[in-house]
């Protein structure tokens, strides 16, 4: 007996596309609720192959047996429609109720996320690098030495309010998992970096290759004070201690990277 159809319900989850534009195309958004079991999604993506050149999707659980699918992609034929898709698709033996939003003039938005969470616990919301580089020009300007010392307590802040779900996510042994640590930095969205420690266990080194800070070129030599009170902030709560940062190599500054090394307060070893 199958289930009965349950309907969609918008939801926060991380998004594949916020919004898609290609001008001349007919796209197309396909949300479905599934059965949570295998075979479900191919068997989707089967009947979908057919209509839709998907082009990026995602697929998450819902809870209480249920899957959501999304999905932009292209219609294949002039003689589809969203409308054509949704019938389609919602007779498929485990999709439980689908929806299709078609694209207009060459745009496309996505109807049903409200947001995306990067799986801290939390809601997210997109911002310009450019955008939040040229917000914290403008502190230093109006503030010179003051907004750099404001901007890094606020990173500091921001990053010892999270520092718990950090250190539990590196376990008991963190200075054997930089490399995850930075592929973690990477996959929010603070570009590549890397991690390492020095032999006698007094320093840390954090290189940043793509730091948003250095988006825009600074007027007031101001460096990347946020992202520099964010590393103390982290590590102190990975290391279980106080740290204290300084950053020797600058984007803002001409180098190629920027290079944030952070010490113990106290002149002890990191662990």
Not at 17 to 34: C, D, K
Not at 201 to 212: H, R, V
Not at 247 to 265: A, Y
Request: aromatic residues 8%; hydrophobic residues 35%; glycine residues 10%.
């Amino acid at each position: 007996m199958q289930s009965p159809k349950t309907a969609l319900e918008p939801l926060n989850r991380k998004l594949i596309f916020p919004f898609l534009y290609s001008p001349g195309e007919r796209m197309v958004h396909v949300v479905a609720t599934l059965t949570d079991e295998p075979g479900a999604l191919a068997s989707l993506l089967s009947a979908l192959s057919s209509k839709v050149n998907l082009i990026g999707t995602s697929s998450y659980s819902k809870g209480g047996n249920r899957a959501i699918f999304s999905g932009f992609g292209r219609i294949l034929s002039v003689n589809e429609s969203a409308q054509s898709i949704r019938d389609s698709t919602s007779n498929l033996p485990n999709v439980h109720d689908c929806k299709v939003w078609d694209s207009k003039d060459g745009l496309l938005v996505d109807r049903f996320h409200t947001g995306f969470w990067a799986g801290v616990g939390e809601p997210y919301l997109m911002f310009p690098n450019k955008g939040l580089s040229e917000t914290f020009e403008a502190v230093v300007r109006a503030l010179g030495s003051g907004g750099e010392f404001m901007l890094y307590t606020q990173g500091m802040d921001y990053a010892n309010v999270r520092g718990p779900l950090y250190k539990k996510l590196m376990g008991p042994h963190p200075e054997a998992r930089l490399d995850e640590l930075a592929a973690l930095v990477g996959a929010l969205g603070y570009g590549k970096s890397t991690a390492s420690i020095d032999p006698s266990d007094m320093e840390l080194k954090l290189t940043s290759q793509e730091c948003f800070e250095c988006s825009t070129p600074t007027l007031c030599k101001r460096t990347c004070s946020f992202l520099r009170g964010m590393a103390v902030g982290v590590f102190s709560s990975i290391f279980d201690k106080e740290l204290v940062g300084a950053e020797t190599r600058c984007r803002q500054r001409g180098h190629e990277e920027c290079v944030f090394i952070l010490t113990p307060k106290d002149q002890r070893p990191l662990f």
